[in-house]
């Protein structure tokens, strides 16, 4: 029998096994390497992801120069927003890439871009499938992606899609239809989340440490607070 050692969870071939498998022996723990190089079963792992979760203060709604249905971009004194506002809470720091992004959507239904607010992380291919019974013509001259999609039908394949490699916000037009108004925001994080009206948001699955929180309320407005995440821990924070 091989004593194991009083507190240890790494085993000689350099994987980390939780203390609460080392009563499993030399037999055991070498099932559980295994398993997990096979599987990458993740269940082994005794840490928890942590939380954040809070409140943003948003701005009142007000009459715009440009709004058309519920939950569309408001253009005002040059800022744009959503109407009634939303923001976008996310982690800043520095991450692992976990391979490609998933695939998103911004539909246009009823002469709408929905969501109307989209954030994406870098490296994301978003389609434009066309909802409606008419013709889109979808492009943006922002400075963090520029395209031009062309006219296209309702029944158009393969839908017609862009990959959003830059961060930045990028502003959607239709070339055909000018009241119609998207926002896509492209960020170097994969922990983000849109708030509900009332401002509130929660973010999970979060990885330990000291970083950066950020909320993103409108083209001229990010507010940041620094925050310190434990695992299995949840942290309040509020932006005023």
């Given at each position: 029998?091989?004593?194991?050692?009083?507190?240890?969870?790494e085993?000689?071939?350099?994987?980390?096994?939780?203390?609460?498998?080392?009563?499993l022996?030399?037999?055991?723990?070498?099932?559980?390497?295994?398993?997990?190089?096979?599987?990458?079963?993740?269940?082994i792992?005794?840490f928890?992801?942590a939380?954040?979760?809070?409140?943003?203060?948003?701005?009142?709604?007000h009459?715009?120069?440009?709004?058309?249905?519920?939950?569309?971009?408001?253009?005002?004194?040059?800022?744009?927003?959503?109407?009634?506002?939303?923001?976008v809470?996310?982690?800043?720091?520095?991450?692992?890439?976990r391979?490609?992004?998933?695939?998103?959507?911004?539909?246009?239904?009823?002469?709408?871009?929905?969501?109307?607010?989209?954030?994406?992380?870098?490296?994301?291919?978003?389609?434009?499938p066309?909802?409606?019974?008419?013709?889109?013509?979808?492009?943006s001259?922002?400075?963090?992606?520029?395209?031009?999609?062309?006219r296209?039908?309702?029944?158009?394949?393969?839908?017609?899609?862009?990959?959003?490699?830059?961060?930045?916000?990028?502003?959607l037009?239709?070339?055909?239809?000018?009241h119609?108004?998207?926002?896509?925001?492209?960020?170097?994080?994969?922990?983000?989340?849109?708030?509900?009206?009332?401002?509130?948001?929660?973010?999970?699955?979060?990885?330990?440490?000291?970083?950066?929180?950020k909320?993103w309320?409108?083209?001229?407005?990010?507010?940041?607070q620094?925050v310190?995440?434990?695992?299995?821990?949840?942290?309040?924070?509020d932006?005023?």
């Open positions: 029998m091989i004593e194991q050692p009083a507190i240890a969870t085993t000689a071939a350099g994987f980390t096994v939780p203390k609460c498998l080392l009563n022996g030399a037999m055991g723990t070498r099932r559980i390497i295994w398993l997990n190089l096979v599987f990458s079963i993740p269940c792992s005794t928890a992801d939380v954040v979760e809070g409140q943003v203060e948003l701005p009142k709604s009459s715009a120069q440009v709004v058309t249905q519920r939950y569309e971009i408001v253009t005002h004194g040059g800022v744009l927003s959503t109407h009634p506002p939303l923001a809470v996310y982690l800043e720091g520095s991450f692992p890439k391979g490609k992004p998933p695939i998103k959507q911004v539909a246009q239904k009823d002469l709408a871009f929905v969501p109307s607010l989209l954030p994406v992380q870098v490296g994301t291919k978003v389609e434009f066309n909802l409606d019974d008419t013709y889109h013509s979808i492009f001259f922002s400075p963090a992606k520029r395209f031009d999609l062309g296209y039908r309702p029944e158009e394949r393969p839908i017609p899609s862009e990959v959003f490699n830059v961060p930045g916000l990028v502003t037009h239709c070339d055909i239809h000018e119609m108004r998207g926002l896509i925001l492209v960020l170097n994080t994969p922990y983000f989340v849109v708030t509900n009206p009332d401002g509130r948001f929660q973010l999970s699955g979060l990885p330990a440490g000291r970083y950066v929180l909320a309320i409108d083209s001229k407005t990010t507010r940041e620094s310190e995440l434990k695992s299995g821990a949840t942290v309040h924070v932006f005023p």
